[in-house]
């Protein structure tokens, strides 16, 4: 089946504590992208990936960190620099020409 | 800045009425439009989009979407909602040739049986 894959669903983390949530796609999409989703607020972008081995702060990059060392995968590492982590955060890829998303099915985070 | 205004955030219907939301966008270039669902449960999924011709698109379930370029606008609608149609929905714009997308703070849709 082709997706993306997030994992895991629901995460707990103490403050003070750094956590990577993983994305995975087969798609073979050029661009990934993280967001984070509050109630009211809808998606707002953290970084996007173009390409491999390179990446772009998005709207609400502080206290979050990527990489993209594989096309399959994008994970996110909220560190404790981010002052109000607990959020739903969701992956997508994207085609460059029809610049279509496609969305994971999302990691709930709650930071204790 | 660039952004997206969606003005409604909670909307309840009954079943069988008109529905539509409205979506304006902050930019002054060439733009390609989306409207996303997410039902309760499921994955953010697309339901129509928008890059050029006729501004009048089709998407999935009976939806529709008008862009009007004069009022920066591109409303969702459709003629006769179901219970089915409870989700919510979110506008997206993306300058052209650019990856990055800017969404709208979405819209809430109850639909009574």
């Known amino acids: 089946d082709g997706g993306i894959t997030q994992s895991p669903k629901y995460l707990f983390r103490k403050e003070g504590q750094n956590v990577t949530l993983s994305c995975e796609q087969n798609?073979?999409?050029?661009?990934m992208y993280w967001y984070r989703q509050d109630p009211g607020q809808g998606l707002r972008l953290i970084y996007y990936?173009?390409?491999?081995?390179?990446?772009q702060k998005g709207d609400i990059a502080e206290g979050y960190s990527v990489s993209r060392e594989k096309k399959e995968s994008f994970p996110l590492t909220v560190t404790s620099a981010q002052k109000n982590p607990t959020a739903f955060y969701l992956c997508a890829s994207g085609t460059k020409l029809y610049n279509e998303q496609f969305f994971g099915p999302g990691t709930r985070l709650t930071v204790l | 800045a660039q952004s997206v205004s969606q003005h409604n955030h909670h909307v309840i219907l009954s079943e069988a009425a008109s529905l539509e939301l409205g979506c304006n966008y902050s930019?002054?270039?060439?733009?390609?439009l989306f409207w996303y669902v997410q039902y309760p449960g499921q994955h953010l999924q697309l339901l129509l989009k928008?890059?050029?011709?006729?501004?009048l698109v089709k998407g999935i379930k009976g939806f529709e979407a008008e862009f009007i370029k004069s009022k920066f606008s591109f409303n969702l609608r459709k003629p006769s909602v179901q219970w089915s149609d409870t989700a919510e929905y979110f506008c997206a714009v993306t300058p052209s040739g650019t990856y990055k997308y800017i969404f709208g703070t979405g819209t809430r849709l109850k639909v009574l049986a």
């Open positions: 930019y002054g270039g060439t733009v390609n």
């Open positions: 798609l073979n999409h050029d661009a």
């Open positions: 990936s173009q390409i491999v081995n390179d990446f």
């Open positions: 928008y890059f050029s011709g006729d501004p």
